[in-house]
């Protein structure tokens, strides 16, 4: 047993190693991705490992192992540790032993390894107080050692030490420690537990001898389920107890309380099974009928009530669930008998593997949400790139536009401004001489006949009554002239104003002055005098007033005249006469011309301003962007590959390989006939030369990973990356995929009719329109890249080049006949992969793999590529019927434009299809005929008939 447990200790400790260094390199490249200053805090939140996560990590990394024996009492604790050890090491209960020399108990006791069997006695602070306790040879240790003695009241520190035994021995290999829970009464549990706990990952077991647990010992479960809810414990009883046998209905109870997990369930006929009740041996023996100990019933009993066992379970094992996207947990396990005690070996290496999974889990995820964050922020970055010089341009354009049609208005409407500015006096004139009569004169003193004292005063009042008049009309006009151009508004200036805003957001964040937007809005108040009143320094209509005050500087009177009601209704009414609405028209025009103009020309050195802001801005974000795609995410991407292949080796080892199936540029492929419940599988063995490889190898597997599962889609089950390949210098990267029988270059050459080809082209356009909704482009799709079932049914297989179109980096990838002109330049879209199933189509209703003879004449790949640039295409072969060769040349169609969408080419396909599936049946029916034809007796009219007919 101990080399076995051994031998699952060295597998956890290699394991170990390569999280804590995985760890460690997690943790530096989000340290980097915080110090880059290219990401919010929001974004960095979600990629940071939580706290009680990386706890937990740190812990299972770096943390000794350590069994942990609760028990009883002394000796129960004893016999599991000799067990373990396979030798007495402790002393176990002898018939002759007064028990009650036990009333103090065992001290804690602490197995470690040492080259050197060593006993000493040490506080918790590992301060040593004796050394070599025993000097002598000795196979057990003595009891006097590990008794607490009766005198601790004078010392009490000697309660507290701890006996530290080093050994030899293959269990305390690899840093794992073995600690025996003291047994001193007055010591509470939770202290005890947690001392033993410290610094450790545990392993628990409790053992028992009697046939109940005390009021004590219950408490003490208690406390360890309130300390350590999820922990698993592996209860054992240390020795055969006498049985008794049950009834049929008595097993069937007892059947129900078997170990299961953590968490309890009291059924309704809970109280029918208690084992409390005396257990009577059956009259009828049959020998299927088990035996029992009454003492181990009633233990598991108060077990499950204390919620470590359950009822649900029909085995009594511990329970490990493997799903991938499942939670690990490992339930706790009841052994009834000692003799099946070798049982723990299997429940330490389901408490171990659970470990790592939850610890690999916690880094993959972490992975994981780092690359979605980078593959949505290269989404936002391409698309800001994208937009925002058409924003700039759109800006511009309307802008323009707005202001040409505003000069428009001050040139050509001059005439319905004068008669605008006519009906408005007209209308008005009657009410503004009503105001003037009853217009008050404030701070000027009159005399008691109504005389000015002075020349200045008289001109006070007539330029008051004159201000009067003119700001009524000046509303009165300007209301009206808003009324006549407000169609702009909703042509021009809604979405201008809110893509202008959207584009000063983050360039002037915090600061009200965005000249953009100001110019804007000086261009608005030049067309409509919203905000303009007669008082506003830069206002149109303050030199219209001052127009109008020249016009009517004629009306002052040498002699003082009497200031009554009549004359300030001969004063607005002679300035209203005096008005000319020709003069005050054209100097309208004029002014929104000259301001116009002048706002037209501070919005344009704004926007110039606003775009060398962008144009920094978007340089700035194409360098992040490219860090994103060659640096930031493909170093997360294999951390992601790593710790997923370090969850998958410890749930379901390394797969085995099989015969070699293909042979790839990357790697090698091998049959595997089962692995984590797939079956058959293909194992494809790639060995990355140097880091671009394993980058591009972790993203390929990252996309396939992440997409749902489809039928027309290859999908990667599992990878193991084995780290002994070559020595431990090149390791390989297994991944494990679902077996096809062979592919698309195969099966064309051992001939497919024509009817099945096309299934297969409707099965590779279903595939790539499912990677092209995930946001994928394959850019890699031929022959040996389209895997077929038994059925003939096609999958896209080989992900190696697929990536989204946001973390592109328009590196010309694929095969040359396949690759559409356009990746020669490195900017492309996902209709590459529309041109590659073009050629690939013409290879399907060729029905033959020879190359097409304007590439076979290339004698090297540049050759070939300047021949595809010019527009060189396959040629028409005489089995192509009209509709095939038409989809084909608009499928490779060098313009990408031009190129169909797969969801048109979709249903082109399927009607191109039923038609060759109804002229096959035709033609089936009419071979048909003919052989019932041939079976007819010999005739020349019979021949004539048919031959005619």
């Given at each position: 047993?101990?080399?076995?447990?051994?031998?699952?200790?060295?597998?956890?400790?290699?394991?170990?190693?390569?999280?804590?260094?995985?760890?460690?390199?997690?943790?530096?490249?989000?340290?980097?991705?915080?110090?880059?200053?290219?990401?919010?805090?929001?974004?960095?939140?979600?990629?940071?490992?939580?706290?009680?996560?990386?706890?937990?990590?740190?812990?299972?990394?770096?943390?000794?192992?350590?069994?942990?024996?609760?028990?009883?009492?002394?000796?129960?604790?004893?016999?599991?540790?000799?067990?373990?050890?396979?030798?007495?090491?402790?002393?176990?209960?002898?018939?002759?032993?007064?028990?009650?020399?036990?009333?103090?108990?065992?001290?804690?006791?602490?197995?470690?390894?040492?080259?050197?069997?060593?006993?000493?006695?040490?506080?918790?602070?590992?301060?040593?107080?004796?050394?070599?306790?025993?000097?002598?040879?000795?196979?057990?240790?003595?009891?006097?050692?590990?008794?607490?003695?009766?005198?601790?009241?004078?010392?009490?520190?000697?309660?507290?030490?701890?006996?530290?035994?080093?050994?030899?021995?293959?269990?305390?290999?690899?840093?794992?420690?073995?600690?025996?829970?003291?047994?001193?009464?007055?010591?509470?549990?939770?202290?005890?537990?947690?001392?033993?706990?410290?610094?450790?990952?545990?392993?628990?077991?409790?053992?028992?001898?009697?046939?109940?647990?005390?009021?004590?010992?219950?408490?003490?479960?208690?406390?360890?389920?309130?300390?350590?809810?999820?922990?698993?414990?592996?209860?054992?009883?240390?020795?055969?107890?006498?049985?008794?046998?049950?009834?049929?209905?008595?097993?069937?109870?007892?059947?129900?309380?078997?170990?299961?997990?953590?968490?309890?369930?009291?059924?309704?006929?809970?109280?029918?099974?208690?084992?409390?009740?005396?257990?009577?041996?059956?009259?009828?023996?049959?020998?299927?009928?088990?035996?029992?100990?009454?003492?181990?019933?009633?233990?598991?009993?108060?077990?499950?009530?204390?919620?470590?066992?359950?009822?649900?379970?029909?085995?009594?094992?511990?329970?490990?669930q493997k799903q991938r996207n499942e939670p690990i947990e490992v339930e706790s396990e009841l052994i009834e008998n000692f003799e099946n005690f070798s049982s723990i070996f299997m429940f330490v290496q389901h408490v171990l593997k659970s470990h790592l999974v939850r610890a690999s889990t916690i880094l993959n995820e972490t992975h994981n949400r780092c690359l979605r964050m980078f593959i949505l922020t290269a989404f936002d970055m391409t698309r800001d790139m994208m937009v925002t010089p058409k924003r700039l341009e759109y800006i511009s354009q309307r802008e323009t536009e707005l202001y040409l049609s505003l000069m428009a208005i001050a040139n050509k409407k001059q005439e319905e401004i004068r008669q605008l500015i006519v009906s408005t006096i007209q209308g008005m004139k009657e009410d503004l001489v009503k105001e003037a009569a009853n217009h008050q004169f404030q701070g000027l003193k009159m005399s008691k006949n109504g005389e000015p004292l002075s020349v200045r005063d008289l001109q006070i009042c007539t330029v008051e009554i004159q201000n009067l008049m003119l700001?009524?009309?000046?509303?009165?006009?300007?209301?009206?002239?808003?009324?006549?151009?407000?169609?702009?508004?909703?042509?021009?200036?809604?979405?201008?104003?809110?893509?202008?805003?959207?584009?000063?957001?983050?360039?002037?964040?915090?600061?009200?002055?965005?000249?953009?937007?100001?110019?804007?809005?000086?261009?608005?108040?030049?067309?409509?005098?919203?905000?303009?009143t007669i008082k506003t320094s830069a206002s149109v209509l303050r030199v219209l007033l001052e127009k109008m005050k020249q016009l009517v500087q004629s009306l002052l009177w040498k002699t003082p005249p009497i200031i009554d009601t009549d004359w300030k209704q001969k004063v607005a009414a002679d300035m209203l006469v005096s008005l000319s609405e020709s003069r005050l028209a054209r100097s309208i025009c004029a002014q929104f011309q000259d301001r116009l103009k002048a706002s037209h020309e501070q919005f344009a050195a704004s926007l110039r301003q606003l775009e060398s802001i962008h144009s920094g801005r978007l340089q700035r974000t194409e360098e992040l962007r490219l860090k994103v795609r060659k640096l930031y995410a493909p170093k997360i991407a294999k951390f992601a590959l790593e710790s997923t292949s370090l969850r998958d080796l410890v749930l379901f080892d390394m797969p085995r390989l099989g015969r070699e199936i293909g042979r790839g540029q990357y790697g090698v492929v091998y049959a595997c006939e089962s692995w984590a419940g797939f079956s058959p599988c293909a194992v494809k063995s790639v060995v990355p030369p140097d880091d671009k490889h394993w980058n591009d190898l972790a993203m390929e597997f990252y996309y396939t990973r992440?997409?749902?599962?489809?039928?027309?889609?290859?999908?990667?089950?599992?990878?193991?990356?084995?780290?002994?390949?070559?020595?431990?210098?090149?390791?390989?990267?297994?991944?494990?995929?679902?077996?096809?029988?062979?592919?698309?270059?195969?099966?064309?050459?051992?001939?497919?009719?024509?009817?099945a080809r096309l299934q297969i082209a409707l099965d590779v356009i279903q595939g790539i329109r499912f990677l092209h909704s995930q946001g994928l482009v394959h850019r890699d799709i031929k022959l040996k890249n389209v895997l077929l079932d038994k059925k003939n049914r096609a999958k896209i297989t080989d992900l190696g080049f697929c990536k989204p179109e946001a973390m592109m980096s328009g590196s010309i990838v694929g095969t040359p006949i396949h690759m559409a002109p356009e990746l020669f330049s490195g900017h492309y879209d996902n209709s590459v992969d529309v041109y590659a199933f073009g050629i690939l189509f013409w290879y399907l209703c060729a029905g033959h793999v020879r190359l097409p003879y304007v590439?076979?004449?290339?004698?090297?790949?540049?050759?070939?590529?300047?021949?595809?640039?010019?527009?060189?295409?396959?040629?028409?072969?005489?089995?192509?019927?009209?509709?095939?060769?038409?989809?084909?040349?608009?499928?490779?169609?060098?313009?990408?434009?031009?190129?169909?969408?797969?969801?048109?080419?979709?249903?082109?396909?399927?009607?191109?299809?039923?038609?060759?599936?109804?002229?096959?049946?035709?033609?089936?029916?009419?071979?048909?005929?003919?052989?019932?034809?041939?079976?007819?007796?010999s005739s020349p009219f019979t021949m004539l008939e048919f031959h005619s007919g």
């Amino acid at each position: 047993m101990a080399r076995k447990l051994s031998y699952e200790f060295s597998k956890f400790n290699t394991v170990c190693k390569h999280l804590k260094q995985l760890f460690k390199e997690t943790k530096q490249s989000v340290e980097e991705i915080e110090d880059s200053g290219y990401f919010d805090n929001s974004q960095l939140f979600n990629v940071k490992i939580p706290s009680v996560d990386e706890d937990f990590v740190q812990n299972i990394i770096n943390q000794p192992v350590g069994i942990i024996i609760l028990g009883q009492n002394c000796w129960a604790k004893a016999s599991v540790v000799n067990e373990l050890f396979g030798q007495p090491l402790l002393p176990t209960f002898s018939p002759g032993h007064d028990v009650e020399d036990e009333c103090y108990g065992w001290r804690m006791v602490r197995f470690s390894f040492g080259n050197h069997t060593e006993i000493s006695l040490a506080l918790t602070n590992s301060y040593e107080l004796l050394e070599h306790l025993v000097e002598q040879p000795w196979h057990s240790i003595p009891r006097a050692d590990l008794e607490v003695g009766k005198d601790i009241t004078n010392d009490p520190d000697l309660s507290t030490a701890v006996l530290e035994i080093r050994l030899n021995h293959s269990l305390l290999r690899y840093e794992v420690q073995v600690v025996v829970a003291s047994s001193n009464q007055d010591n509470q549990f939770s202290q005890v537990y947690s001392r033993c706990i410290e610094g450790l990952t545990p392993i628990v077991i409790y053992c028992f001898k009697d046939e109940t647990l005390t009021d004590k010992e219950l408490g003490d479960l208690i406390a360890l389920k309130k300390i350590a809810p999820t922990q698993p414990v592996f209860f054992v009883c240390s020795r055969p107890l006498p049985t008794c046998e049950l009834t049929e209905s008595e097993q069937h109870a007892r059947s129900a309380f078997v170990s299961y997990g953590s968490h309890a369930f009291r059924p309704h006929s809970f109280q029918e099974f208690s084992p409390l009740k005396k257990y009577q041996p059956s009259r009828k023996r049959r020998e299927s009928e088990s035996l029992l100990t009454v003492t181990s019933f009633s233990v598991f009993h108060q077990l499950c009530g204390l919620g470590f066992l359950s009822f649900l379970s029909n085995q009594s094992k511990p329970k490990i669930q493997k799903q991938r996207n499942e939670p690990i947990e490992v339930e706790s396990e009841l052994i009834e008998n000692f003799e099946n005690f070798s049982s723990i070996f299997m429940f330490v290496q389901h408490v171990l593997k659970s470990h790592l999974v939850r610890a690999s889990t916690i880094l993959n995820e972490t992975h994981n949400r780092c690359l979605r964050m980078f593959i949505l922020t290269a989404f936002d970055m391409t698309r800001d790139m994208m937009v925002t010089p058409k924003r700039l341009e759109y800006i511009s354009q309307r802008e323009t536009e707005l202001y040409l049609s505003l000069m428009a208005i001050a040139n050509k409407k001059q005439e319905e401004i004068r008669q605008l500015i006519v009906s408005t006096i007209q209308g008005m004139k009657e009410d503004l001489v009503k105001e003037a009569a009853n217009h008050q004169f404030q701070g000027l003193k009159m005399s008691k006949n109504g005389e000015p004292l002075s020349v200045r005063d008289l001109q006070i009042c007539t330029v008051e009554i004159q201000n009067l008049m003119l700001g009524r009309i000046n509303s009165a006009v300007a209301e009206k002239l808003i009324g006549s151009v407000d169609c702009l508004r909703e042509s021009f200036i809604g979405t201008l104003e809110r893509c202008l805003s959207s584009l000063e957001k983050d360039c002037y964040e915090g600061d009200k002055s965005v000249p953009a937007s100001n110019a804007l809005k000086q261009i608005l108040n030049s067309a409509y005098q919203v905000e303009l009143t007669i008082k506003t320094s830069a206002s149109v209509l303050r030199v219209l007033l001052e127009k109008m005050k020249q016009l009517v500087q004629s009306l002052l009177w040498k002699t003082p005249p009497i200031i009554d009601t009549d004359w300030k209704q001969k004063v607005a009414a002679d300035m209203l006469v005096s008005l000319s609405e020709s003069r005050l028209a054209r100097s309208i025009c004029a002014q929104f011309q000259d301001r116009l103009k002048a706002s037209h020309e501070q919005f344009a050195a704004s926007l110039r301003q606003l775009e060398s802001i962008h144009s920094g801005r978007l340089q700035r974000t194409e360098e992040l962007r490219l860090k994103v795609r060659k640096l930031y995410a493909p170093k997360i991407a294999k951390f992601a590959l790593e710790s997923t292949s370090l969850r998958d080796l410890v749930l379901f080892d390394m797969p085995r390989l099989g015969r070699e199936i293909g042979r790839g540029q990357y790697g090698v492929v091998y049959a595997c006939e089962s692995w984590a419940g797939f079956s058959p599988c293909a194992v494809k063995s790639v060995v990355p030369p140097d880091d671009k490889h394993w980058n591009d190898l972790a993203m390929e597997f990252y996309y396939t990973r992440c997409i749902a599962e489809h039928e027309r889609v290859v999908q990667i089950q599992g990878s193991v990356i084995d780290h002994s390949y070559g020595g431990g210098n090149t390791p390989a990267v297994l991944l494990i995929m679902e077996r096809l029988e062979r592919d698309l270059h195969s099966a064309l050459k051992a001939k497919l009719d024509i009817i099945a080809r096309l299934q297969i082209a409707l099965d590779v356009i279903q595939g790539i329109r499912f990677l092209h909704s995930q946001g994928l482009v394959h850019r890699d799709i031929k022959l040996k890249n389209v895997l077929l079932d038994k059925k003939n049914r096609a999958k896209i297989t080989d992900l190696g080049f697929c990536k989204p179109e946001a973390m592109m980096s328009g590196s010309i990838v694929g095969t040359p006949i396949h690759m559409a002109p356009e990746l020669f330049s490195g900017h492309y879209d996902n209709s590459v992969d529309v041109y590659a199933f073009g050629i690939l189509f013409w290879y399907l209703c060729a029905g033959h793999v020879r190359l097409p003879y304007v590439f076979e004449q290339c004698q090297t790949k540049d050759q070939l590529w300047n021949c595809v640039k010019k527009g060189a295409r396959p040629e028409r072969l005489p089995q192509f019927d009209d509709e095939c060769w038409q989809l084909m040349e608009e499928c490779w169609a060098s313009d990408s434009l031009k190129r169909p969408l797969l969801g048109d080419v979709e249903p082109r396909l399927m009607a191109i299809t039923e038609r060759y599936i109804t002229s096959s049946v035709k033609c089936s029916d009419v071979k048909q005929e003919e052989k019932v034809v041939h079976q007819l007796p010999s005739s020349p009219f019979t021949m004539l008939e048919f031959h005619s007919g």
